[in-house]
């Protein structure tokens, strides 16, 4: 039987987007692949012991939801289970900023295929970036990409060029695509929207398009026929 993608985001630095990350990514995949509601072939599985994803999803009106979602940041057990989750294609596992639950997070490290670590352009980011890939990921062999998140287009390029120099300096993975910050984004969750739901005007459009050259770049949207 097929086995389900795991892709764990994580991060050890806080507010970098790893839930913002995880519940678009979802909501653009699940679309890519014509999801059922009634069956959706994506689960968000929050490890966070905030909740955050959740508190998102469940302010989304049920029938539009393109994505299951579950809490399971106290059962270890059922995140080691995640891999056999038939009835999913994808599942997005969305960590929290901390190492508050070191069985948790080992179960995801273990079923994961992949993992994507979120980074926003403030040099304060960056040594958690590094620690989450040098210490989590890495030692387990897991393939993963660094995303630029939240660069506001307004501040120029200085501060998303010296991020990526410093990615280019120390060796990490990263995407070609950055996702921007988008107010949209924002207030995305409590106005119980995710991002395939923005409406069809210009700046919703591009605030979308990042998500789905991500998950193209990220090789989410399904095979290459
Ligand atoms: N690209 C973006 N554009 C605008 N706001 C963003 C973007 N990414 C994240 N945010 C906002 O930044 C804050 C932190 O993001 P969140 O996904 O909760 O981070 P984390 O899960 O890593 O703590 C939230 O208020 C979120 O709405
Ligand atoms: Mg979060």
């Known amino acids: 039987m097929p086995q389900p993608q795991v892709h764990l985001v994580i ?15 979802a909501a653009v995949v699940s679309d890519t692949l014509g999801g059922d509601p009634a069956q959706p072939p994506v689960l968000v599985a929050s490890i966070d012991p905030q909740g955050s994803a959740v508190w998102w999803a469940e302010r989304v009106d049920d029938e539009q939801l393109p994505f299951d979602y579950d809490q399971l940041d106290d059962r270890p057990d059922d995140v080691a289970k995640l891999n056999k989750l038939e009835e999913y294609t994808h599942i997005f596992v969305d960590a ?59 501040d120029g390029r200085l501060d998303i060029d010296a991020l990526t120099e410093w990615l280019d ?56 026929a």
């Open 169 to 224: 300096g120390q060796g990490l993975a990263y995407t070609n695509t950055v996702v921007r910050r988008f107010k949209l984004h924002t207030t995305a969750a409590a106005e119980g929207r995710v991002v395939t739901q923005y409406p069809s005007n210009r700046t919703a459009t591009e605030a979308r398009t990042d998500f789905l050259a991500l998950a193209l770049e990220l090789g989410y949207g399904g095979r290459v």
């Open 11 to 25: 991060s050890q630095k806080g507010g970098v987007g790893k839930t913002t990350l995880a519940v678009n990514l």
């Open 96 to 154: 929290p900023g901390s190492l508050a639950r070191p069985a948790v997070l080992a179960r995801a490290l273990e079923v994961a295929t992949d993992a994507i670590v979120p980074v926003i352009p403030e040099p304060l980011a960056y040594g958690p970036t590094e620690r989450t890939v040098l210490d989590l990921i890495q030692p387990r062999n897991l393939p993963y990409r660094v995303v630029r998140n939240l660069w506001d287009r307004r």
